[in-house]
């Protein structure tokens, strides 16, 4: 099975290259299931219904968050409504909403996604190591294939996230600090590892914000009002396979796209003679989209095949 996840979206420009591009991206990679950390999708904080809404719409499977899920107080009631949006699971016993999700991908199979949350310097909420132990068995009845995104400040908590659920889940990818991490990898017992997926959103930014406003704060320690930014939108994400039979990766790769490029894989697909049935209904909604891989896996101890993403 081949996931895509998509880094963190962030305000109208993220959403404006999920729309662009991910049609493209399903089809050129082959891609059975997506997933897309969602939290950032509603003008750079939060996400409501309706953008919730738009994003499923647009192909997405599963959506993830993190510690800006509550940012708009219509989350609450939605969380409730939508099983496929979920907050971290080790966020106490209480709070609306689920940390995981059991799945079908596009033909049937079955996937487990589990949203988790990091405390080394962010809330100080449950334990996520033992959380993460619990979501996983209960996803286990039901499926090989497991997906992880943890949400976490800090590198040394995503490793050593990564290396806890090593041949317990198919991937642990890192989302938070809106920048994409060159280190992925597939860990000795097959887990597929990333720090960061990074961010679906303005580069030309600080981390999604405007770079006046958070100079200001910055140099002048006052209150400043945040914009998202929208200058130089690119699409951060990750592509996973894994073995159907034993859940397990075979294979990582990072991608990064500005909206140009987006536009330009765009036409090869739609210029492509073979299609699949899929494909076919998908081209129609496609006005630009995305595809090619920049960065190629490695394994633990395995020299890195590939170079950087394209800038």
Known sequence: MRLLFIGDIVGKPGRDLLRQGLPGLVE????????????????????????GEQILDLGVDVMTSG?????KKEALDYIGTEPRLLRPANYPAGVPGNGSYLARSRDGRSVGVISLMGRV??????????????????????ARIIFVDFHAEATSEKLAMGWY????????VGTHTHVQTADERILPKGTAYLTD?????????IIGVEVEAALGRFLTALPARFETATANPRLNAVIVEADDRTGLATDIERIQYSADELRDLGRSVLDTPERTARGARERERISAAAGVPSARSRRAGVP?????PRQ
Do not use: Y
């Open 67 to 71: 510690n800006h899920i509550w940012d």
């Open 197 to 205: 997926a990074g961010m679906t959103g303005p580069h030309d930014s």
């Open 304 to 308: 890195e095949r590939g170079g950087a």
């Open 165 to 172: 659920l090593d041949g317990k889940v198919s991937a642990v």
């Open 28 to 51: 050129c990679h082959q891609i059975d299931f997506v997933i897309a950390n969602a939290e950032n999708s509603a003008g750079g904080f939060g996400i409501t219904r309706e953008i």
């Open 121 to 142: 310097f962010m809330l100080n909420i449950d334990d996520p190591f033992s959380v993460v132990l619990r979501e996983i068995d209960r996803l286990r009845e039901r």
